[in-house]
């Protein structure tokens, strides 16, 4: 009968390598009131960050926005450091208008209710990936209460 020491070693190998490709981000979002007339609030992805200690950290320092994240697995990691500074690929399938431009045309974006869908180290891959969906492009570490990131068409 295998020993416990050698049942908790092969566990850890299995666990090891099921999830060392899995490397994570927190998706950090800013509710606060809207600037724009449509909107009641904005809720942006204000930061994408390499722990929760760091949305904590966003969350402490902005006291008047409602901060919250979730964790999402960066595909096509496995080889990469993510480090504050690196550019990422989050995918979306819908965006909402949430204002106007000075001809009356809706302005798009993820201001009022974001929902990725995935997120991706590298442009052609998400592009590969989710052909149908929009792309965003966001900088690992980047705070900002107004959005983070750029939408890409």
């Not at 942006?44 to 999402?72: G, H, M, N």
């Not at 949430?98 to 869908?117: K, L």
């Not at 442009?123 to 052909?131: K, L, M, Y």
Request: aromatic letters at 8%.
């Amino acid at each position: 009968m295998p020993s416990l020491s050698s049942i908790l070693t092969k566990i850890k190998i299995r666990l090891g390598s099921k999830y060392s490709e899995d490397l994570m981000v927190y998706v950090v979002y800013g509710k606060q009131p809207s600037p724009f007339p449509d909107l009641e609030y904005i809720e942006p992805i204000i930061a994408i960050v390499a722990s929760e200690r760091e949305c904590f950290a966003i969350q402490e320092k902005y006291l008047d926005t409602k901060v919250s994240w979730e964790a999402r697995k960066v595909q096509g990691a496995e080889s990469i450091d993510l480090v504050d500074g690196c550019v990422l690929y989050l995918t979306h399938t819908t965006l909402s208008s949430y204002d106007e431009d000075a001809d009356g045309n809706p302005i798009f974006g993820i201001m009022e209710n974001p929902q990725p869908t995935a997120l991706y180290c590298s442009r052609d891959t998400a592009e590969q990936q989710a052909p149908e969906q929009y792309l965003h492009i966001v900088t690992l570490g980047e705070i900002n209460l107004r959005g983070v990131g750029e939408l890409l068409e």
